[in-house]
């Protein structure tokens, strides 16, 4: 019992000393021009104004690919799939995917994306390789999201005459939404503090300027350019300073992985209070 | 979906409206039919995911073994492949992930059981509704950050029980790495406790057990394929963990089962290469592939360890 409570104290207590040791660190270096500032030689001066640019694009980019391609799988599974042994493999796999380490991810993405697909160390090789790694996450996420739903709503909708589509479409995506909305946050807050499979595509440390932006003046107006632009993001910006020897660029290290936890917290905290909610408030 | 076919035959003699909804009905079931393919093709994507795992560390690990035989491969003592006296001891790099998930999981494990254990069978409701998210949370933390922590604080901490400790270890990392996996040993193992039916306890509460009698001899016993493959997700984690070695055991090769010493993992030499600009298609390109693709081996054999575990002492209640 006393050995219980023990235990759960050196996670709380280990937390509790990551987060203060960080925060007192970093605290003094966090600043507006943190924020607006590109990394320099300097370290009073280096900013994350690339990383968090960057990072916010790779997300859109991950997003992108995983949430339509995780949904539509978990549907397929859920809905469609008939019991056979191409189901097998796919739901086998997926729980192997599941397991294998986020710098494999990197490796397929180095020979495949970079190499053989001509991507280059591009904004768009990384969001692939982030929508890969978190789509067994969606797919996961989404067919516990259908499953809860009662077998009644579907041959009501069936009764009415309506097509399979139109009952996964009408009843099994909106009931399903806050499920799949809590998998993908999951999701989207690991992809944000993976760095192994971004540095292994090739990733450069030190990026002072920003991707072209999406928005022209001329027509056509947007523009898909910064999908091939290089990059870096927030972890690779924070393992950067921490390797490097002085302790003026620890003190960046710090700020900047308080920012990142304090994101990835955001997004945990908001997925485990949606669970919540999700918990609660339905009543069939 | 297998009315269209009399209906297609009867169509021709069929006037007006009644064709109309025909080609109607007909066109549904077409629309039905692409909208199922890509969902499939959807689901398929994972499958493709796997394949090209395999087929990008496969061939390019294929021409790595033509330069370097299997065998110096798994005997060599060194492990110095950017070298001019170039050696390819997989060993070596092993011995650094074996060594760091050694002392990982001698964290992990025991933490991970034990909270498990309170959660599910002593806490109070309200502990586990605050814990358990908690738990999460740790887990959710980047590892980039628990290497930070490793390399400033844990390092700095052990240093003043061990003055000889050097600025990179593998007993940091390995640390830090345990505290990190505790999350994922206790939440498997606790959902595994949980699913043990009242009844089992209630049973032994009869013969005059005490709670910890009960939790250690009835409940861990019944749950215990749950437990194994909690474990066995922790040894996966470890061994295929990457920045925090990378950052807090050094990336110095060296053959070692002391954790007081730095040396790299496997892992931390994949990210050393790819942050120096090795030229495609060249020996010290390839040797990160033949890397990955022994890790990949490793955590495969944990997945199918298991799989088989899980049968093998699978309760039926």
Not at chain 1, 44 to 52: D, E, F, K
Not at chain 1, 144 to 160: H, K
């Amino acid at each position: 019992m006393l050995v219980g409570v023990l235990a759960l104290m050196v996670g709380v207590l280990t937390f509790a000393a990551l987060f203060a040791n960080m925060a007192l660190d970093g605290i003094g270096r966090l600043s507006w021009d943190f924020f607006t500032n590109f990394p320099s030689r300097r370290p009073a001066q280096a900013g994350i104004l690339s990383a968090w640019v960057g990072s916010t694009l790779v997300m859109l980019t991950t997003a992108f690919f995983a949430v339509p391609l995780g949904v539509a799988s978990g549907i397929y599974l859920e809905e469609y799939a008939a019991k056979s042994w191409v189901t097998d493999i796919i739901e086998i796999n997926i729980t192997n995917l599941a397991g294998v380490p986020s710098i494999v991810y990197g490796l397929l993405a180095l020979g495949l994306f970079v190499y053989q697909f001509g991507l280059g160390q591009s904004i768009l090789a990384a969001g692939l390789t982030l929508a890969l790694l978190i789509l067994p996450v969606v797919i996961v996420a989404t067919r516990e999201a259908i499953r809860s739903i009662p077998q009644g709503i579907r041959e009501g909708a069936y009764a009415l005459g309506a097509t399979q589509w139109q009952v996964s479409k009408d009843h099994i995506i909106p009931y399903s939404m806050p499920g799949i909305l809590t998998g993908v946050i999951i999701g989207m807050a690991r992809a944000i503090g993976e760095t192994a499979p971004i540095i292994t595509i090739g990733a450069l440390t030190f990026i002072a300027f920003l991707p072209p932006a999406p928005l022209k003046a001329e027509a056509p107006f947007v523009s898909f350019d910064w999908l091939f632009s290089p990059f870096t993001v927030m972890p690779i910006q924070m393992f950067n300073w921490t390797s490097r020897p002085e302790a003026a660029f620890h003190q960046n290290a710090a700020a900047a992985g308080f920012v990142l936890v304090l994101m990835t917290l955001a997004m945990n905290a908001l997925a485990i209070w949606l669970r919540y909610r999700l918990r609660k408030g339905i009543e069939w | 979906m297998s009315a269209v076919a009399p209906g297609l035959a009867t169509s021709t003699v069929l006037q007006g409206s009644d064709s109309l909804r025909l080609s109607r009905r007909r066109s549904r079931v077409v629309r039905e039919r692409v909208i199922e393919s890509v969902l499939f093709l959807a689901a398929l994507v994972s499958v493709f995911t796997t394949v090209g795992i395999v087929y990008i560390l496969v061939k390019e690990s294929v021409v790595f073994f033509q330069h370097v035989s299997l065998v110096s491969f798994l005997t060599d003592r060194q492990w110095t492949p950017l070298f001019d006296d170039a050696h390819f001891g997989i060993m070596v790099l092993l011995s650094g992930t074996l060594t760091s998930s050694a002392v990982a999981l001698m964290i992990a494990i025991p933490l991970g059981t034990v909270i498990a254990i309170y959660l599910s069978e002593f806490a109070p409701f309200k502990l586990r509704e605050v814990a358990k998210p908690f738990l999460e949370l740790l887990g959710g933390v980047p590892t980039i950050v628990y290497g930070y922590f490793a390399l400033v604080f844990v390092t700095p901490l052990l240093q003043r029980i061990y003055p000889d400790l050097p600025g990179f270890n593998l007993l940091a990392a390995g640390i830090v790495m345990g505290i990190m996996i505790i999350p994922y040993v206790s939440s498997i193992s606790e959902d595994a406790m949980r699913a043990v039916p009242m009844s089992l306890r209630e049973g032994s509460y009869a013969m005059g057990a005490t709670r910890f009698q009960t939790a250690t001899r009835v409940v861990v016993p019944a749950a215990f394929s749950g437990i194994a493959s909690a474990y066995i997700l922790g040894i996966s984690r470890a061994v295929g963990e990457t920045m925090i070695l990378a950052i807090a055991a050094g990336m110095q090769p060296n053959l070692t089962f002391n954790p007081l010493e730095p040396a790299a993992t496997i892992t931390a030499y994949i990210v050393q290469v790819a942050l120096g600009d090795l030229p495609h298609g060249s020996v010290g390109y390839q040797t990160i592939f033949a890397a990955g693709l022994t890790l990949m081996l490793f955590t495969l054999a944990c997945n199918i360890a298991g799989h088989a575990l899980r049968k093998r002492f699978r309760e039926s209640y």
